[in-house]
Antibody, heavy 121, light 107 residues
Framework: QVQLVESGGGVVQPGRSLRLSCAAS????????MHWVRQAPGKGLEWVAV????????YYAESVKGRFTISRDNSKNTLYLQMNSLRAEDTAVYYC??????????????WGQGTLVTVSS | EIVMTQSPATLSVSPGERATLSCRAS??????LGWYQQKPGQAPRLLIY???TRATGIPARFSGSGSGTEFTLTISSLQSEDFAVYYC?????????FGGGTKVEIK
């Protein structure tokens, strides 16, 4: 069965960096695009970034463009999110999500349980 | 950016009753629309994609309809496990965007 396990969250000061990881299993990781989606406490869902199956395409939300970098290691079945210049408004649960189809369908058919990032001094 | 608007914000329904949730897009998204269910403390779960296709393992009481700018999620007979927050999401254009959610609560 598909499993996505995020790690790397925690408390970080404004302006600092953090790297999230998402370990995938139960499917052919190298065949699917992968996304990060976040949810601020008590708020709705916000798509953050996507990387295509082979790393050739990356797209970002405007709110994180230039500060966050999505990457993947298909040999390790792992997705990453490097977050730099963190702000208080980046505080959220960050979910790793599998793209819904071969190619880039752009919806999310499996989600991890999320990792909480808190940006606070 | 395509803005997704869900209504109502909260829907109070008795178990066994029908629930109808609405989602409107600020411009046409064709049929590139998904619905997700989220329970407290849990990750979202895909219910519907391509506006009307049920995801794997989703019960038949969940159905989606619509195209263009107007979409509906219908739960034909609410079960206790269906009380949750529901989000729509467009994937017609970048950036991908979600509606603000509809909370379905017990009446």
């Amino acid at each position: 069965q598909v499993q996505l396990v995020e790690s790397g969250g925690g408390v970080v000061q404004p302006g600092r960096s953090l790297r999230l990881s998402c370990a995938a299993s139960g499917f052919t990781f190298s065949s699917y695009g992968m996304h990060w989606v976040r949810q601020a406490p008590g708020k709705g869902l916000e798509w953050v970034a996507v990387m295509s199956y082979d790393g050739s395409k990356r797209y970002y939300a405007e709110s994180v463009k230039g500060r966050f970098t999505i990457s993947r290691d298909n040999s390790k079945n792992t997705l990453y999110l490097q977050m730099n210049s963190l702000r208080a408004e980046d505080t959220a649960v960050y979910y790793c999500a599998k793209d819904g189809g071969l190619g880039l369908r752009r919806f999310f058919d499996y989600w991890g349980q999320g990792t909480l990032v808190t940006v606070s001094s | 950016e395509i803005v997704m608007t869900q209504s109502p914000a909260t829907l109070s329904v008795s178990p066994g009753e029908r629930a109808t949730l609405s989602c409107r897009a600020s411009q046409s998204v064709s049929s590139n629309l998904g619905w997700y269910q989220q329970k407290p403390g849990q990750a979202p779960r895909l219910l519907i994609y391509d506006a009307s296709t049920r995801a794997t393992g989703i019960p038949a009481r969940f159905s989606g309809s619509g195209s263009g700018t107007e979409f509906t999620l219908t739960i034909s007979s609410l079960q206790s496990e269906d009380f949750a927050v529901y989000y729509c999401q467009q994937y017609h254009n970048w950036p991908l965007t979600f509606g603000g959610g509809t909370k379905v609560e017990i009446k």
